[in-house]
């Protein structure tokens, strides 16, 4: 059985999916006749992992998937399978375990190359289309794959039916389920606190991720075992990376991590579920420190979330893109012209309480951020700010916007429904309890036999 030969996406439901369905590439969805086709062509299987508001999807999406030459090679070499990972956690899993398996490090975009009976062989994340990066170019590594297949296509399959043993016992789950005792969580914990930046929060080095497991776990390890240092840690990192540019200070919510050690320069994509845990943690760290700042974030992040993450039913979208107009961060970055020309006689008064930066390696407009004294003075001094970041947010509506990936999955917006609840509970806000509780009427509307889909 063969599919035919063109892209097939455009009827898929995935947004990332629709993203590349006008690709000159052959495309096919993650399906049983996908798999078929290929032992019917007797070719390995090109399979390629990623997800909407990936800022390095998008480019080797531009170099490579997008190119006439690049696709051709794609065509008559391989089967090529599109998998958008927020759809598909499953089959995500199981090829970056592969990957991690082989001993390298995994991310996305995801390639990989399988057998046509889907077992992985070899893999790597980007490849650019030509050779740099100390990376191969993807035409390069596509001829040598295919080389390899005819040429040793036995080694091969022997190293692919012991890479996918592997990969079958590490995610057999066989371990027992076990309580969280006091013992395990003080190990988890002085594991974590080894790895922890005292200076600028979260844990030492680059790339800085906010990191809500870890962070989670320092937060019982005080609760249970009164560790006053793991509480301070999560507050310093909490405090580091809400003034950093990772947080829109402009529009409120937060992106997906930073690419330096100093939370100044993310990869501008916003995901639903970051901003869920950033809610959950800043409502947790305002109950035990009083702190009037995560209040204002709190404020700031549900403002940004019921303004441009809500789709029909009152659920919320997956995701925000990195990119718009072709160019990372342009939505949300300024230059001082732009303050100027939308501030007028007010742009001192901004300039106190915020700062514009390009370090090196940047190549777009710099960031906003603040220092730690502008934080602590914006908190006192927010209402009279409020109306020039309401004229900034007014200037920005007008750019192009960043994708919207308006998916609904099950698990974020539960996190977010929760997230929601806790914080009109906590801050008195039954708009917010509305918001939560129309969402989860809109998904629990969903159930089939009892369950709910992802």
Known sequence: MTLPAQNLLAEEASPYLQQHSGNPVHWRAWSPASLEEAKALDRPILL?????????????????????????????????????????????QIYMAALSSMGEQGGWPLTMFLTPDGKPFWGGTYFPREPRYGRPGFVQVMEAVDKAWREKRASLNQSADGLTTHVEARLAGSHARTVLDRATLAELAKGIDGMIDRDLGGLRGAPKFPNAPFMQTLWLSWLRDGNA????????????MLRGGIYDHIGGGLSRYSTDAEWLVPHFEKMLYDNAQLLRFCNWAYAASGNELFRVRIEETIGWLLREMRVDGGAFAASLDADSDGEEGLFYTWNRDEIEAALGDDTALFFKHFTLSSPHGWEGKPVVHQTLSQQSQYVIHREEISALKAKLLAVREERVRPGLDAKTLIDWNGQMIAALA????????????????????????GSRDGRLPH
């Open 48 to 92: 390629s992992v990623g997800y909407a508001a990936c800022h390095w999807c998008h480019v080797m999406a531009h170099e490579s998937f997008e190119n006439d030459g690049v696709a051709a090679v794609m065509n008559r070499l391989f089967v090529n399978i599109k998998v958008d990972r927020e759809e598909r956690p499953d089959i995500d």
């Open 229 to 240: 240092a793991h509480r301070d840690d999560v507050l310093n990192s909490l405090e580091q």
């Open 422 to 445: 806790e914080a009109g509970r906590a801050l008195a806000r039954p708009d917010w309890i509305d918001a939560a509780a129309k969402a989860f009427a809109y998904i629990s509307s």
